[in-house]
């Protein structure tokens, strides 16, 4: 991407321009919106917090003396009387990537400023996220019908069960979270409240298209932490 | 790019035909400062009462509302030690108190104490009220989430506070929570208490994090023009990190709530091993508590730096002005903070010496905390290079910088006995400990505290804190805290083990008897002194003397707003634009002792003012 242009500032490349960034004065970040800087940090927190359940469901998994279900086995779905191992799992990790592929274009043509695709694609985010949280609902109604509870379960470790309902649940309410806001913001863009400046009803402040850049910033890594969880559970 | 480089040279040729010269070395564009890069922050001005000071969405006002309820609950932890004290003291007078009650004060004690009163007031409430001022912004970033900020902390204290009023009381298994113990019957406050607890802390840690993104971003992006990073307030810098480090600490502290809230409610066993109650066994097992003490720890590590950076810049920042003196290392200061920040990080393993570990294990956390020492020990000689030949002025807040270099100096050298491993050992869970961590992230910090709250009490409220009530209170505090915590050392190396109700029959009863009721009385009088700052703010804030602008003659930028005290938006019409550090105390040539950080390089152009 090419530097923004300032007001009698030079970028120089390289580390000598991160160097003279960070000794700037006004901003180290020049000519990043407040609102992706602090996405960026909010999401490095977040980072930290999926660390430390990843972390310790290793430290779980790998200290447990009965023995670990099969994930190939557990998370098997049934076609026509064939178990098809990962079948549901791959289903939904494709429904969510292409999701992240529909945010990155709702991004661009939000820049780009054509209201109506940047809103159809949030859109169809929303609807790939809520497809996704759905299969999740399913996939928890078979776990459970099977025996599968947060604190035991047939098939070995009551472990397994604990770990997975927990990580894939705060993975799930993130997901969630994001389904909401998306909503909001393809209602936002389709009703135009970035061309006319309209207020946002709690903040009382005037949007932006990098509004849509920043919510695109939380999808990806909600799709990324699923990439992590998917491995660390189904491949491992 | 090139094209953005022939822009600059425009400019500066641009400003240099219409600025007319200064004293001898002034070319003509000396005092040019780049242009704004972000449009001036548009702001929500509140309309009525609810707006205006409720749900305000003004970091000063959301700032002194952090302060008055983080003091609040600090006063309810004030009245647990008390009572902790009391009965550690004085057992007869105290019969009321049962060892379960004892437990769930020394437990909700440490709990208010780090978390809901030292946390939140340093970054909180300083951070909230200086960090746009300093920078030169005229808010925080985003008022709004700001604003959730201190309602998700509002509510997080009043769960906190509920769980006094549930069955079984508050929790009581100590203010590590150690599973599992903590979630057993037998520990008091094992039910509903622990729950609330937990609740309490997940919320205050989304809360937390909404504010953390306003400093951090505030800092980052938003500081006036001519700010640098190395022109800010080493109290910026100071809060700055510690909220860096909160925003990577807190993580583990939600993470392991979480889980515990599940092993509590829905019976997972993330913590919990087979075992038995009351000689059942539970359905619990195969989970494990160390990791419990890994994530607490890699959490509670960073805490204490949480607590103690702030401390460290905003003295920096208190010692400098009424020392007259530029800050000595200034450069070295930050940058020791940025790497005591860095190392907490890698030391939290320290604090389970005896929970079993092996031993290269133990090797490698004592190293890492033994270097942290050396960054500190820096600051240290830096604060007494400070004073070194400055114009001490010995006013109030001047007093409690000097208290708190001798405790934290006091408290630190007594960390660097615990961070060995074969001295920790036999020092673990005694008195030693208690003392140790009192004085060097208790008393220490909270010296600085009331520096900063007798520093810019006249800031905040237009009017001076009396002087006279301030000394008494300081002398009241240092030597009480002194009468508190020294002996303490003592009943640590005889072994008297904290966290006990009472010492029943055993050999340290004769020679503790009497030094524990010599600290609980001067715990009662350090206590009791404290209601003389509460005097002293209500009584100042009717009948003290008028402030004025600027009147400890400072340089740093909240002291240079168009209205005492300011208003919102901060400045008026025009941002300040900045030129130069906020140190230049007593420089040699200049007219007055002290150069505002908004005063142009021309008009102190003859001065041996320094290049920052």
Redesign the interface.
């Given at each position: 991407m090419a530097d923004p242009k300032i007001e009698g500032y030079e970028f120089k490349p390289g580390y000598k321009g991160m160097a003279r960034d960070t000794s700037s004065d006004q901003t180290m970040f020049k000519g990043v919106h407040w609102g992706k800087a602090m996405m960026w940090i909010f999401l490095l927190s977040d980072t930290f917090i999926f660390s430390c359940f990843l972390i310790s469901y290793m430290k779980g998994r790998g200290s447990t003396t009965v023995e670990w279900p099969n994930p190939s086995e557990v998370f098997a779905l049934n076609v026509g009387g064939v178990p098809v191992p990962l079948l549901l799992i791959a289903i939904m990790t494709f429904v969510l990537i292409t999701s992240s592929g529909t945010m990155a274009l709702a991004v661009k043509y939000g820049y780009e400023r054509n209201r109506k695709m940047c809103g159809w694609l949030i859109l169809a985010t929303a609807l790939g996220g809520l497809t996704f949280v759905g299969m999740q609902a399913f996939e928890w109604s078979k776990l459970i019908h099977e025996g599968v509870r947060p604190w035991t379960n047939p098939f070995g470790a009551p472990q397994f069960g604990s770990f997975f309902f927990m990580i894939t649940g705060f993975h799930g309410t993130h997901v969630s979270i994001g389904v909401i806001f998306l909503s909001i913001y393809a209602y936002k863009t389709l009703a135009g409240h970035y061309d006319t400046g309209k207020r946002g009803w709690f903040t009382s402040m005037k949007g932006n298209y990098v509004e849509i850049e920043i919510l695109g910033l939380y999808w990806h890594f909600v799709d990324l932490v699923w990439v992590f969880i998917f491995a660390f559970f189904y491949l491992w | 790019?090139s094209e953005?480089?022939n822009?600059?040279k425009t400019?500066q040729a641009q400003s240099s035909e219409t600025t007319s010269g200064g004293g001898a070395g002034v070319t003509p564009d000396t005092d040019y400062?780049?242009?704004?890069?972000?449009a001036d922050q548009?702001l929500?001005h509140g309309h009525s009462f609810i707006t205006k000071w409720v749900f305000c969405q003004d970091a000063k006002v959301i700032g002194v509302q952090y302060f008055l309820l983080a003091t609040f609950t600090g006063i309810i932890g004030l009245i647990l030690s008390w009572l902790m004290r009391l009965q550690l003291g004085f057992p007869e007078v105290a019969s009321f108190m049962t060892a379960e009650h004892y437990y769930q004060f020394v437990t909700m004690h440490g709990m208010i104490m780090v978390v809901y009163f030292l946390t939140a007031l340093f970054l909180g409430g300083f951070g909230n009220y200086l960090i746009p001022l300093m920078t030169g912004a005229r808010d925080m970033?985003?008022p709004?989430v700001n604003m959730v900020s201190f309602w998700m902390f509002f509510i997080a204290v009043g769960v906190l506070l509920a769980s006094f009023f549930v069955p079984g009381g508050p929790t009581g298994s100590g203010w590590t929570l150690y599973p599992p113990q903590s979630i057993l019957e037998g520990t008091p406050g094992s039910g509903m208490g622990i729950i609330l607890m937990l609740i309490s802390l997940s919320l205050f840690v989304i809360g937390f994090?909404m504010g953390?993104?306003n400093y951090?971003?505030t800092v980052?992006?938003?500081?006036?023009?001519?700010?640098?990073?190395?022109?800010m307030p080493l109290t910026v810098w100071g809060i700055f990190t510690a909220t860096v480090l909160a925003?990577?600490a807190?993580?583990?502290l939600?993470?392991?709530s979480?889980?515990m809230t599940?092993d509590k409610i829905?019976?997972?066993?993330?913590f919990m091993p087979t075992i038995l109650q009351a000689g059942e066994v539970l359905?619990y097992?195969?989970?494990?508590p160390i990791?419990f003490q890994h994530?607490f720890w890699?959490f509670g590590h960073p805490e204490v730096y949480i607590v103690a950076l702030p401390a460290f810049g905003i003295v920096s920042d208190l010692i400098s002005v009424h020392s007259r003196k530029n800050i000595f290392g200034y450069r070295m200061m930050v940058w020791a903070i940025v790497v005591i920040g860095a190392l907490s990080f890698f030391v939290w393993a320290h604090h389970m010496y005896v929970s079993g570990m092996h031993p290269w294990f133990g090797f490698f956390f004592a190293t890492t905390t033994l270097i942290i020492a050396v960054p500190t020990a820096l600051k240290v000689y830096n604060w007494i290079l400070t004073l070194w030949r400055g114009n001490i002025r010995m006013n109030t807040v001047m007093l409690w910088c000097l208290g708190f270099i001798v405790t934290f100096v006091n408290g630190g050298i007594t960390g660097i006995f615990l961070g060995n491993v074969i001295v920790d050992v036999p020092l673990s869970d005694t008195y030693f400990v208690v003392a140790h961590f009192h004085m060097v992230m208790g008393i220490a910090p909270l010296m600085v505290i009331m520096g900063a709250v007798y520093h810019w009490f006249p800031l905040v409220a237009g009017r001076m804190l009396s002087e006279k009530l301030g000394k008494w209170h300081f002398w009241f505090t240092f030597l009480g805290a002194y009468s508190i915590y020294f002996p303490m050392h003592y009943l640590g190396f005889i072994g008297v083990p904290r966290r006990y109700f009472e010492m029943y029959d055993s050999p340290y009863v004769t020679s503790a008897v009497e030094l524990n009721q010599f600290i609980s009385t001067a715990a009662f009088i350090v206590g009791a002194a404290q209601f003389i700052l509460i005097y002293n703010i209500i009584v100042s804030l009717r009948i003290g003397k008028p402030a004025g602008k600027n009147p400890w003659k400072a340089n740093s930028l909240e002291w240079l707003t168009p209205a005492v005290p300011p208003e919102h938006g901060n400045w008026g019409d025009k941002l300040p634009v900045?030129h130069r550090w906020p140190y230049d105390y007593s420089v040699p040539g200049a007219k007055e002792d002290f150069i505002p950080q908004t005063t142009p390089p021309s008009e102190v152009a003859d001065t041996e003012a320094e290049k920052t």
């Open positions: - | 790019m953005d480089f822009d600059n400019i400062v780049r242009p704004a890069e972000v548009d929500y970033v985003f709004y994090t953390g993104l951090l971003i980052l992006q938003a500081r006036t023009r001519g700010m640098t990073l190395m022109r925003m990577l807190f993580p583990a939600l993470v392991s979480i889980m599940l829905l019976g997972t066993s993330f359905e097992g195969g989970g494990s990791l994530l890699f900045v």
